[in-house]
């Protein structure tokens, strides 16, 4: 009984597709399911003829509802089973070595064993396959007795044909990947040699071919052929042999034929697919590797022949791959050449070039072949001297100069014969001028002192010793002298006299006056003006005849002027000096307004200026702006009448760059006669504010100094504060506001002056009590970014930069910023005069936005009651709203104007301002802005806003509106006025709001319209009933008793004329008389 215990030596498998059963397996009962083969030493294969093979057939029971039953297999009968396989095609049979178990289960395994014969050789181990399925069988009973059976179900047995289903084209051991490699082989081939060997060119050396490892004593004789890759390198015999039977190994001899790499192959003949391949690697001797050079020492002059050597090589032998040498050594314009050379196989000569290029120069060339077969070979070579070439002057020019002028001389050379080459030594060259004078360097200057003709010689020599001269000639003349100096007039104290002057010829030649100054007649001469240390240009001057008009115009920076000198002639520059340190720009009245400022916007004289008639005017020089220093165009002139706020100006730290400002007093304070921000006559904005600005400090400067831009452009980073404005214009971007109103505010938007005094309005009153919203950006809650309001205030281009600039409201008073700046009002505050009323509302009630005091003014003589505490009681709906006579109670002396009591305080213009906050606070009204709060906050110059005959603080006292009703009404529509027709009489008693109001006195103080101060008209209160007598103060609209006497307020108001008396009904309030108060009131 066989046991498998571990798959670990199963090699090949017919693979799962056996488990699909056909018509074949159903009908025997027990199949075969697997064949698993396997050899004794565990190897993938079998290469010697001892190795034994051993197949395992899986059998398996489809009788059972489970396909893959084990059974328990038994043989009945007689004689022996065998097992048939192929092998490459080839007819085998295993016998039979008992029946097994996988791990001790199920004996359900059948053994076969194989003993290899000498000539098995093969890879494709196969079933074999019959015609139809049913003559398909691996096991061959050899007596029909033989019967193979499952000993638990006897009826289940093996059938002869059909053993195993059909698969594909065949069943093959090989469709299992497990199988693919296994091969029985008895032809492998072995060499110790396989990873190469090594000879020399005309040697000999061995190669061993044996039997595989395990396989050498097989019986069967190996049959060899032996071939080489390239017999041109190396070749091998004998080209046949055999390892006879008790030989495991073969000897080969390898001959070298020429240097070279190439394999030599020995093949099983009998099997070809059995090879052994062995690289073979062939040197040359020591005689072939040998390499001679022909000149062994190559001289040469430098650039001979255009530089080119030849050089030969001769090598010992050739050899058929070829060769290239590499070519190492030169020297970038010294020796140059090939960096290579190949030479053809076979090939025992070739030539490269060499170039010799700079003289007296020695190097050393090296040959190296990189494959290793040929020595390294050294060539000297060693470059002779040439004398440079000079290509200019040409020997013989002649020359022309004046005395005193200064004359070039230059020259070209070349250190290259025949000049083919680029200059490589340095050259030097030697003047000698003719006067015992001297001077080196390709180019040169020479001054003659006297007339005459002179030989100059020039020498040019290499750097290897090579010398080559020159010879020319130069005629010396008498000349003109051009005399040029700084200029200065008398009473500009702005003029620099330190500049100086060049001459430059039409060769584009320049010299120093101060060396020479003689010229040619008709010479063509520029002259150039030089600033000196703090020197600007301004003009040149002349005496009138040789200089152009543009040159002579004032201010110019024009430093350059050309002309023809046709006799001796003195001219002049006149150059400015800067008026403030650091400033750069010239200034020649000293009036800190620079030239070129005062030449933009100032009146320049059109035509040439000739400062030597004089009484010229206008063209002289005391009548253009760059000379006044005083009045229209000096520092303090006002050509366009601007002016600036009146305020004073502070130094605080700069917020743009380090250092400090000095900036305008903001907010300016409040005065009696106070005038707010209107530009101020006494303040002008004079020409040097606008075109320095402001005084700055900034660190490196030595103290408080106005820098400017000669006309800066809005977005320059150099522009500071300068207004940069037209001094011409009250208004230079053209929105309507002057240029020192919108500076005042640009710059302190700038440098963030008082920056928590930038307020808006708060339509919902939300920060009221904090002064109002903020405007900057860099504060919470702001409106506008920094940039945005720098760019509405800038006086040079706010209108370009934000179009319709002068209808906005930034602060949203209710005032545009065009109104604000004809008012006087602050444009980026809503409470210029800080009373706690917008300034547009103030304007459009009336009052002054310049003036605080008319805050507690109470012009109209309207009265309320202290506390504002207003609880309103809607006798219709029952609901509670606001009104102060729930806070108070009702008095009829209270909240009007005819009653002096303690509690009836004057109602302000500021407290009817703050109608609006009442309502909001009270939830009647989200927020009150400039469009809406006519129809929430009352007049302060009319005591009856609503025309209701009743008073504004009264109807707030008892919980009426007291202005007129908005255009879309909110909820509390009830409360609105004003109340004219239809009067509602909310506590049924018979009289109305107005009539609960109308009284004796009232109609007493109030006969007539009367006129108060110089505010306008107070509106009188007339009785709604004439014939009233008696009722002398209010009664209580929302209480038809208001004096608790059970007596409705109206009751009797048509009993006898001339009287205000109960009706004569008795005894009405039961108080055991029939004589009553008939006033409601009391």
Partial sequence: MKHISSLKFLIASLAAALLCLGADTASAQLYIRDVFVYTDDGAPDCTAETDRLTFV????????????????????????????????????????????????????????VYNPTPTDYGTGLTLPNGGTSNQKKAIIFDDATLTIRDKNMPASV??????????????????????????????????????????????TAQIIVKRAAGAEANTVPLNLLAQTGNAGIATISPTSATIATGQSSFIFNIAGVSPGVTNVTIYAQDHVQEFVTIPVTVNLSATARLVTLTPSTLVAAENNKGGM??????????????????????????????????????????????????GQATRTLTLTDPSGYYETKYLSVVVSNMPPVVLSPAEGSQYTTVVNKEIGFSAT??????????????????WQFG????????????????PGNYTVVLTVTDGDGGVTPRTFSVEVQAGNILNLA??????????????????????????????????????????RAILGADCYPFAWVDNGSTLSAPLRIMPGSALEATFSVNDSMDIYYLFSREFYPFDNFGDVDQDGLSDTWEAAWGKVAPQPQNFFVSGSAPDSIGQIASTIASGDYGASGNLDADALPMAGTMAIPNVVEPGQVRVFEYPIAWADGWTGYLPSPANPFVNIVEYRGLEENRGGADGWVRYAMQRPVATSPLRGNDPATDPTLLDTDGDGMGDGWEYYFWTTIMYEVSNLVWRAYDPSFATYDDGGIPLLDTLPGGLYPKQTLLDMFDPMVGRATSPGIENIDLDQDGLTNLEEYLLGTNPIHWDTDGDGMP???????????????????????????????????????????WNGEAAFGFNPTYAWEGSDVEENLQFTALEEFLVARYYIEMGVVAQVDSASWIYWTTDPLDNDTDQDGMPDGWELYVGLPPMFRPPQPPPYDIQLGPILNDPPDFDFDGLSTAQEFANTTVAALRAADVAIGTNGFIRAFPMPFPEWTNKRMPSDPWNRDTDGDSIIDGGGMDVGPGEYIEPALGDLNADGSTLVNLNPCS
Avoid at 68 to 79: F, R
Avoid at 180 to 197: D, K, T, W
Avoid at 442 to 447: E, I, K, L, Q, W
């Fill in 57 to 112: 057939v899986d059998v398996r029971n489809n009788s059972s509802p489970n396909p893959l039953y084990q059974p328990e297999v038994e043989l009945v009968g007689t004689g022996t089973p065998t097992l048939a396989f192929n092998l490459q095609g080839v007819p085998r049979t295993a016998v039979f070595d008992g029946v097994g178990s996988l791990n001790d289960g199920e004996e359900n395994l059948l053994f076969f």
């Fill in 158 to 203: 093996l059938g002869e044909n059909g053993q195993y289903p059909q698969v594909g084209a065949a069943s093959l051991f090989n469709a299992d990947p497990y199988n693919a490699a296994f091969e029985i082989n008895m032809y492998r081939l072995e060499s110790p040699q396989a990873s190469g060997i090594t000879v020399a060119a005309g040697g």
């Fill in 309 to 358: 050597q030849q050089v030969r090589v001769s090598l010992g032998a050739g050899i058929p791959s070829g060769v290239t040498f590499n070519i190492t050594g030169y020297s970038p314009n010294v020796v140059e050449g090939d960096a290579s050379l190949p030479i053809a196989p076979n090939q025992t000569e070739g030539y490269f070039f060499v170039k010799t290029i700079d």
């Fill in 413 to 430: 050379a070349d250190d290259a014969a025949n000049n083919l080459s680029v200059v490589n030594d340095p050259l030097t060259y030697t």
């Fill in 435 to 450: 006067d015992n004078t001297s001077a080196t360097g390709p180019a040169v200057t020479h001054r003659y002192a006297a």
């Fill in 486 to 527: 700084p200029y200065s007039i008398s009473g500009l104290a702005g003029a620099c006299l330190d500049g100086t002057f060049q001459y430059i010829n039409p060769a584009g030649e320049v010299w120093d006056p101060v060396l020479g100054n003689f010229f040619a007649d008709g010479e063509g001469v520029k002259i």
């Fill in 839 to 881: 300034d547009g509302w103030e304007v459009e009630m009336g009052l002054d936005p310049l003036d605080p005091r008319d805050a507690t003014a109470n012009d109209d003589l309207d009265r309320m009651v202290d506390g504002h505490a207003m609880v309103y009681i809607d006798a219709l709906a029952v609901q509670t709203y």
